[in-house]
């Protein structure tokens, strides 16, 4: 009996981002040019619009699709929706630079770098297509408690003036 393909494809995680996008084929133009993907595929339709597209970002593969209202399938994009339902993050090796070559690609700088109470020197970004991004390096290696301590003495002074 011959062996079937694997059930995962090669190289996928169990659990893969499928962005939906306005503009798909210019959102991995920028995700080239913002995090050093490589496109792996892409399917356009007769009108231009990605049926289906596929990046690798470091270790990991995203999926991008336009927007198909026609279809009534249920994807919109966040320009659409008026707001994004998820974040994107991506761990890398300097945060510093990967958040500013994203900025100087295009993208809205939402939060500067900055170290957190979990451990990780991390920012935020807004791409182009109403994406958000979360960008970080992973500084320290902290237990739970550690980490819950930490953000009850970071989030005191935030509780205090919602209180006031």
Same mark, same amino acid.
């Given at each position: 009996?011959?062996?079937?393909?694997?059930?995962?494809?090669?190289? %996928?995680?169990?659990?893969?981002?499928?962005?939906?996008?306005?503009?798909?084929?210019?959102?991995?133009?920028?995700?080239?040019?913002? %995090?050093?993907a490589e496109e792996i595929n892409r399917m356009p339709m007769p009108d231009?619009?990605?049926?289906?597209? @596929?990046?690798?970002?470091? !270790?990991? %593969?995203?999926?991008?699709?336009?927007? %198909?209202?026609?279809?009534? @399938?249920?994807?919109?994009?966040? +320009?659409?929706?008026?707001?994004?339902?998820?974040?994107?993050?991506?761990?890398?090796? !300097?945060?510093?630079?990967?958040?500013?070559?994203?900025?100087?690609?295009?993208?809205?700088?939402?939060?500067?770098? +900055?170290?957190?109470?979990?451990?990780?020197?991390?920012?935020?970004?807004?791409?182009?297509?109403?994406?958000?991004?979360?960008?970080?390096?992973?500084?320290?290696?902290?237990?739970?408690?550690?980490?819950?301590?930490?953000?009850?003495?970071?989030?005191?002074?935030?509780?205090?003036?919602?209180?006031?």
């Open positions: 009996m011959t062996k079937g393909p694997a059930p995962i494809p090669p190289g %996928f995680s169990t659990v893969t981002p499928h962005l939906v996008v306005n503009g798909a084929a210019k959102a991995i133009e920028f995700y080239k040019k913002a %995090f050093g231009g619009r990605l049926m289906h597209a @596929c990046v690798k970002i470091g !270790n990991s %593969f995203v999926m991008l699709v336009d927007e %198909f209202p026609e279809f009534n @399938c249920g994807s919109t994009s966040p +320009q659409t929706l008026k707001g994004a339902h998820a974040t994107m993050h991506i761990y890398v090796e !300097n945060v510093d630079e990967a958040y500013q070559k994203a900025v100087d690609a295009g993208a809205t700088a939402t939060m500067p770098p +900055q170290e957190m109470f979990w451990g990780d020197r991390y920012g935020m970004i807004m791409d182009p297509f109403g994406q958000p991004w979360s960008i970080a390096t992973h500084k320290e290696d902290l237990s739970p408690e550690e980490m819950q301590k930490r953000m009850e003495q970071g989030c005191a002074p935030a509780m205090e003036a919602a209180k006031a």
